[in-house]
């Protein structure tokens, strides 16, 4: 791969010059020898709905493990770069830390422990010491914003079907009380009726005040719930700005790396 990254595209600046929530400088990605992200810097403001769209391998989902730290393993696997949470340095925390914090990750394929009910699934999302006392009362809150999870709270989660894991992987991971949520390609494999109903829920959780990342492939949907975007193309963040600022156009030619 060519040491020369496109150079990025910044349509609009924030409305808010406020301090960010999360602040991602010069983030650098391997994966062994290969190079999965370049210099990545972002910043993303509380009550976002942030958008990260762009091609399968375009770095989406290695740029929300290296916020959440588990690209941090070693030589195999590192990061070089700044991420920060309303001030406090993340890139140096272990994931577990980072939770603490107030970042979790949805992760594509779910990853649930599949042979536990979706009750003992939610109650490993409130392991940290500082949730453990109010786990009861988390749960009573997932069960609420997930009627069909309370229905099915013993229910081994390998019977389920892929949209009620999604509601599951989901409601793990609010059970820490996150201040910003990174959701991980939220639509992939499911039915477009489905897909409706977790982006509502999306809608809900954010408008309870919780910052969302949001990584898709499908652009028309990213963008119809994003207050901002940014088109990621081979590692690099090409095209920044807002769905009102941005054209089609723009985007589709950042998605696939033609000329603008």
């Not at 406020?18 to 370049?38: F, K, M």
């Not at 779910?110 to 006392?133: K, T, Y």
């Not at 820490?176 to 992939?188: A, C, G, Y």
């Not at 690099?236 to 950042?254: C, D, N, R």
């Amino acid at each position: 791969m060519a040491a020369s990254r496109p150079a990025k595209v910044t349509a609009a600046a924030p409305a808010a010059a406020a301090v960010p929530l999360l602040s991602i400088v010069g983030l650098s990605a391997w994966y062994g020898e290969l190079r999965a992200i370049w210099d990545v810097s972002l910043d993303i403001h509380a009550g976002d709905v942030l958008a990260i769209i762009g091609a399968n391998g375009a770095g989406k989902s290695t740029l929300l493990k290296s916020i959440t730290g588990l690209m941090n393993r070693g030589a195999a696997a590192h990061t070089r770069g700044r991420v920060e949470l309303g001030g406090r340095r993340l890139d140096a925390l272990d994931t577990g830390q980072i939770v603490d914090a107030g970042v979790t990750l949805v992760p594509e394929g779910r990853r649930l422990f599949a042979r536990m009910s979706v009750e003992d699934n939610l109650l490993a999302g409130a392991f940290l010491p500082r949730v453990r006392p109010l786990a009861q009362r988390r749960l009573a809150e997932m069960y609420r914003l997930f009627p069909k999870l309370a229905e099915r709270r013993l229910q081994v989660v390998s019977q389920m079907s892929g949209g009620e894991q999604q509601m599951v992987a989901i409601a793990r991971a609010l059970m820490s009380q996150p201040r910003l949520v990174l959701f991980d390609e939220l639509s992939l494999g499911l039915a477009p009726a489905v897909v409706d109903d977790i982006y509502r829920k999306v809608a809900e959780i954010h408008a309870q005040g919780t910052t969302c990342v949001i990584v898709e492939q499908d652009m028309k949907r990213a963008l119809a719930v994003a207050n901002r975007v940014c088109v990621m193309l081979e590692g690099a963040i090409v095209l920044e700005g807002t769905p009102a600022t941005l054209s089609e156009a723009q985007i589709t030619a950042a998605y696939f790396g033609t000329e603008r």
